[in-house]
């Protein structure tokens, strides 16, 4: 199992905070959520972000019967990938890689 970061989100619509994030990525790579979703639940990859120094676990949370992302820090669910940054411009066009 490998422990990956995530660095950067794409987000549309902005306003939409369940369903708003279509990718998760870092310089090295970017999927769709559902890969990402898919990675998790079995057990293949772990996923996390970081604020300073601060490690928060993304997790597979269920909102009725649709599956979403979110992250998971001192006990608590909260929305840190929100947080992070859109892709850099050199990366935000392409689809999913590697």
């Known amino acids: 199992m490998t422990d990956v970061r995530v660095e950067f989100v794409t987000k549309e619509p902005r306003t939409d905070r369940y369903s708003g994030i279509t990718f998760l990525g870092g310089s090295t790579w970017k999927w769709s959520v559902s890969r990402v979703i898919q ?40 929305d840190n990938l929100l947080a992070l940054p859109d892709f850099p411009p050199e990366l935000r066009h392409r689809g999913e890689f590697p």
């Open 39 to 78: 990675s998790i639940e079995a057990g293949t990859n772990t996923f996390y972000t970081l604020d300073g120094t601060h490690r928060a676990e993304v997790g597979v949370v269920t909102n009725g019967h649709a599956k979403h992302l979110k992250t998971h820090a001192n006990g608590h669910w909260n």
